[in-house]
């Protein structure tokens, strides 16, 4: 076997969720490991690299200085570079409150001003250039584990370009947004959870946000209108993952 | 002079920690939480109460399911609304899968390393790997009763106020009922080993819990009976942390696996009662660091509670039939045992079900001073007697030893 890949992993403020998802691939971490040396992996070992990464994983949103610097440093140092999870690829839940930082601090702290540094949260596209983004919060394990073994191989990892209702379809689900009438993003969110949410009987939530290309915003808000959602609840829905206008 | 710790690993979050030394001696510890606030409770005001438990949960991956949970019941609590039997059983079922999940993370693959002289429990498997497929076996277990209620292993959005989407199948629940009972004697070996660490660490003066295992309608002390914490519990701001400090009459206090078992054993089932009494008089001292030994017997629990909450459900059957949830004015607040400890969410609904006031407060938040105590009394005792590095080595111990979760401890808001 050839030299092994050296991986970072790197946590900016989120809510360890994206980190913790490559634990959960269990046995198949060690088959990771076959391909991959974890140089880095705050959550997971007490050691720490330094040096060059050949993959570096990101998750979570800038929301401090230190993680800008910390986001920065794995750039810097890295060959390839994954924005892994919808923190990280467009700010997930924490990027939804629209009051400016200033003001966020003072309702929580009171009027220390800003001591810590802390930021608007923002996604790590919005910084630096990456290499892949995988989002969905979290992301699908399956999909990550088959990005880094494609990437151990050479091969540039897949990107997904269907929504959600492909895999409700597929899956023989019922429609909950036409028959239940329940508030569903799956139209316009991208797939690869295999309809999770829908499984459960509840409609999506858009956590894998936008499927990128010709989605539709527009004709998703009439739907939801026509089933009597008013315009505010529709609209902080499509804010909640990934900003969208409708 | 002041000795930096650099930043926490083997801990959910970001944190560090600064001991400041004057003349020679250790003058003061500061705990600093450095991950970035994340505003939950702004980010739920003014949002119709049906979205709510799923944003939540988005507070800590590693325990959605407890706060999906506490805020499916503050949210009940605001509108007087009141779940049967059976969905507070499988609403029971799923949190004992996240302490199942959540104990075996820390134990095995975050604080076993230390025992065994490894930087992580990747490492350790060439020699224990035994141990390490075990803790693999039993962390899925876990994840598998959160997915079967929360409909995912992280994240899940299943649990809503009123009921549940979907409902478990009797083969999902008999499942659980064989895997528990084969996972049972595993777990024991777990008590063993942590049971024969010696302690460290400050020895915790106040214990707080909810006053149901695993959930609550108020929470106890030591001292007292039950009570809300807005009577006892007061939070304050510091300069150099993202995360609130808590204290309980004034003082420092703890909460976690610890506290569960010292304030509320009478409620253990049969053989983690019986470990827990063979162990009583050391976890009785108090030691932050015993926390792991009544993390290793609170698997135990949790083990023989799942089997135990399968076998009465197959008994009585499913019905799968949700409550009518009726928005109105109120206000309620949700206590739940996370893994970590005590959990708390307090809403004030307006008439349309939408949220008007949200507080969270995490059990990392409330452990934060007793956190930062500990480090003082452990830094106190080694500085000049060990070296440096063997300092930092046994504080950053200390620290695991709370199963601090950073991300969840720095959102604090009240408005
Ligand atoms: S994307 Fe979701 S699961 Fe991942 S870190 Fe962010 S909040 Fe957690
Ligand atoms: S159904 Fe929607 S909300 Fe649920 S996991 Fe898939 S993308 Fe996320």
Redesign the interface.
């Known amino acids: 076997m050839t030299e092994k890949l050296k991986l970072g992993v790197f ?8 980190a ?2 490559l ?2 691939l ?2 198949k ?2 088959d990771l ?1 076959e391909f991959y040396e ?1 140089e880095e ?8 690299g330094g040096g060059h990464y050949d993959v570096a994983l990101v998750t979570g ?1 800038v ?2 200085r ?2 800008l610097d910390l986001l920065k440093e794995a750039r810097n140092r890295s060959e390839y570079l994954i924005a892994l999870g919808t923190c990280a690829t467009h700010g ?3 990027g ?2 629209e ?1 400016p930082i200033k003001e ?2 003072k ?4 009027d ?1 001003g800003n ?2 540094h ?2 608007d ?1 923002k996604p790590v596209v919005e910084y630096v250039a990456v290499d892949f983004a995988l989002p969905g ?2 992301y699908n394990k399956r999909e990550a584990f088959q990005a880094l073994i494609d990437i151990a191989k050479g091969i540039e990892p897949v990107k997904k370009d269907y929504p959600v209702c492909i895999e409700c379809k597929l899956n023989e689900y019922e429609c909950v947004l036409v028959k239940k009438g329940l508030p569903c993003l799956g139209p316009i969110t991208l797939g690869g959870c295999n309809a ?2 829908i ?4 409609g999506c ?1 858009g ?1 894998r946000g936008p499927l990128p290309g010709e989605v539709n915003p527009a004709s998703e808000y009439e739907i939801l209108k026509s089933k009597g959602y008013d315009d505010e ?1 529709i609209v ?2 499509f804010k ?1 993952f990934a900003r969208w206008e409708p | 002079m002041i000795i930096e710790l650099r930043e926490f690993t083997r801990v959910e979050g970001n944190g560090k920690a600064e001991i400041v030394i004057e003349d020679n001696e250790v003058k003061d510890v500061r705990l600093k939480i450095v991950e970035g606030p994340r505003f939950f409770e702004l980010l739920t005001l003014g949002r119709h109460y049906y979205d709510v438990p799923d944003l939540e949960a988005r507070i800590c991956a590693i325990c959605y399911l407890s706060h999906s949970v506490a805020s499916v019941l503050g949210i009940e609590r605001a509108f007087g609304v009141e779940v049967p039997e059976e969905i507070a059983l499988l609403r029971e079922l799923g949190l004992v899968g996240e302490l199942i999940e959540s104990h075996t993370l820390h134990l095995y693959l975050l604080v076993a390393p230390d025992v065994f002289g490894y930087p992580d429990a990747i490492r350790m498997a060439t020699k224990h790997g035994e141990l390490v497929k075990e803790a693999i076996t039993i962390k899925a277990f876990g994840n598998r009763i959160r997915e079967l209620i929360g409909g995912r292993e992280i994240h899940g959005i299943n649990v809503k106020p009123g009921g549940f989407g979907r409902y478990p199948t009797v083969e999902e629940l008999e499942r659980v009922e064989k895997e528990s009972e084969a996972l049972l004697r595993l777990a024991k070996r777990a008590v063993r080993l942590f049971a024969s660490l010696e302690p460290y660490g400050a020895q915790a003066k106040h214990f707080v819990a909810t006053d149901g295992y695993l959930w609550g309608e108020k929470i106890i002390s030591d001292e007292e009976g039950a009570f809300d914490y807005t009577e006892r519990i007061e939070e304050r701001s510091l300069v150099y942390s993202f995360a609130k400090q808590s204290l309980y009459k004034g003082e420092t206090f703890f909460v976690g696996s610890l506290a569960r078992l010292l304030l509320k054993s009478e409620m253990l089932t049969p053989e983690a009662k019986r470990l827990f009494e063979e162990h009583r008089e050391k976890l009785a001292t108090g030691y932050v660091s015993y926390n792991n030994l009544a993390q290793a017997i609170e698997l135990v629990y949790a083990l023989e509670k799942a089997n135990e909450i399968a076998k009465t459900l197959l008994d009585r059957g499913i019905e799968g039939e949700n409550v009518p949830v009726e928005p109105k004015e109120g206000e309620g607040i949700g206590y739940v045992e996370a893994p970590r400890g005590v959990l708390i969410h307090h809403y004030r609904t307006d008439s349309d079900g939408k949220i008007a006031y949200s507080n969270i407060i995490t059990p990392t938040a409330l452990n934060h001073a007793m956190m930062e105590v500990s480090l003082l009394e452990e830094a106190r005792k080694l500085y000049g007697e060990v070296d440096e590095q063997a300092m930092i080595h046994c504080l950053e111990e200390t620290v695991r030893a709370f199963d601090p979760c950073i991300s969840c401890s720095v959102h604090l808001v009240k408005l």
């Open positions: 946590e900016l403020t989120d809510c360890g969720g994206c913790l998802n634990l959960f269990y046995e971490l060690f490991l974890i992996f705050h959550m997971a070992t007490s050691l720490s949103t929301s401090t230190r993680d997930s839940v924490q939804s409150v009051l966020k601090l309702a929580v702290y009171g220390e001591p810590m802390a930021l949260p919060c979290p999770a949410c499984r459960s009987g509840l939530i956590c609840y902080r829905k909640t």
